[in-house]
């Protein structure tokens, strides 16, 4: 359990540290450029992310999981890279079919080849995590964030161009790939081969984590579907307003998420282990600690929202409080059953989110196709409540039919 505190206080550090530098760098666009900048920003991250979330097939998971041993971390490997030139390939094609601006378009290619990097870093994740080294995967992801946030506020500062400030983000992703990401990965004993010959062994593995791809896709695509609709329906503006509100969330969702970094492993052992008892004991209290987390970001929202967007942003963006205490309203059921997913990662069962992610995606299209056109952000936020509520209804009858089991 001391471990268990460790690891947890460790992936806090590192995803608060990464979380809040992607929160300054939103600000330093929103500060220096506008909601335009911002917009355009966050329309590259919206085509790119589900796209190579579902290449990446969730590995670092799977990796992290697998404690019988039963594929070789090259072999996880392998899948990534093609992943990746999979990747880059659908998003030029994406480009090419698209009738975007050349400098847009031209920030929406660099995105994915930022994607690629993070992703090759991200497996070496998987391998620390299964030997349950987060503090080296922590001291990655704070190296990210403090050489990201001055990166971008030069270049955007001095030349005021999004593209030249990708490019100072991808140099700092190849950096600390390449000098601390893979010598990690080397102390652990693992020599990476990249001769790997695609056959029947790496199918059946690219065939267990499909799902969890379409799984982790869906799911990208839940946050992002509202935000094509505003793009579409209310213009690059709004979108940009609606992005930078809603990015708030990400500071409670950090916790969260790095809870359930660090709790997984730990869950996969249970689970193996059949110890029924701990694995439910230790599940309820990452329920409970979620559903305080929501709760306290409420009480946060309600009483200090306007005043923060005020202070971050600019008066303007505290004009849309309402939408941001309407989104945290819905989050708290996220974040209290988030862990559900996180327990049937831990028993490998990939195939059983797959239903969860694809109900909350068809509901919160529908919601978003009859509510922005017609109350605009206020629909945006309303459609985003209902696949919360929709996601956490099938979590539940999910993992309650696996215990049955």
């Known amino acids: 359990m001391i471990l268990l505190k460790r690891n947890f206080s460790w992936a806090l550090i590192g995803n608060v540290t990464l979380a809040l530098s992607q929160f300054i760098i939103l600000i330093i666009f929103t500060k220096l450029g506008g909601p335009i900048a911002v917009g355009q920003y966050t329309l590259a991250l919206a085509i790119c992310a589900p796209i190579f979330l579902f290449l990446s097939f969730k590995l670092r998971a799977a990796i992290s999981t697998d404690k019988k041993n039963e594929f070789d971390y090259n072999e996880y490997s392998l899948i990534r890279r093609l992943g990746n030139i999979v990747g880059v390939i659908l998003v030029i094609i994406i480009l090419i079919m698209s009738n975007y601006s050349f400098e847009v378009a031209t920030m929406i290619f660099l995105m994915s080849i930022l994607k690629v990097f993070e992703s090759q870093s991200e497996i070496i994740f998987g391998a620390l995590q299964k030997k349950e080294r987060m503090k080296l995967i922590s001291i990655s992801y704070i190296l990210r964030g403090t050489l990201s946030v001055p990166v971008v506020f030069v270049t955007y500062l001095f030349l005021n161009d999004l593209v030249i400030s990708i490019i100072g983000l991808i140099i700092v992703r190849i950096l600390i790939l390449y000098t601390y990401d893979k010598k990690n990965l080397k102390d652990l004993g693992i020599n990476q081969q990249n001769r790997l010959i695609f056959n029947k062994k790496i199918l059946s593995l690219l065939l267990l984590v499909l799902p ?39 500071a409670f969702g950090t916790m969260i998420s790095s809870l359930s970094q660090a709790v997984l492993p730990r869950l996969s052992q249970y689970y193996g282990e059949n110890d029924n008892e701990k694995f439910k004991s230790l599940l309820s209290k990452l329920i409970s600690f979620g559903f305080l987390v929501g709760l306290f970001a409420i009480i946060l929202v309600f009483f200090f929202g306007e005043i923060f967007l005020t202070l971050v942003y600019s008066r303007e963006y505290a004009a849309y409080n309402h939408i941001l205490l309407l989104i945290t309203c819905g989050a708290i059921f996220q974040y209290a059953t988030v862990f559900l997913g996180t327990s049937i990662t831990a028993m490998r069962k990939f195939k059983k989110e797959l239903p969860v992610h694809s109900s909350a995606l068809i509901a919160i299209t529908i919601a978003s196709y009859a509510l922005i056109p017609k109350f605009g952000l206020e629909g945006a936020a309303i459609a985003l409540v209902i696949g919360f509520i929709v996601s956490t209804i099938g979590y539940i009858i999910t993992y309650l039919n696996l215990i049955r089991n």
């Open 212 to 250: 969890l791809g379409i799984s982790v896709t869906i799911g990208s695509l839940k946050t992002n579907v509202p935000r094509y609709f505003i793009e579409g329906y209310l213009g690059q503006y709004e979108l940009g307003i609606f992005a930078s509100i809603s990015y708030l969330l990400v």
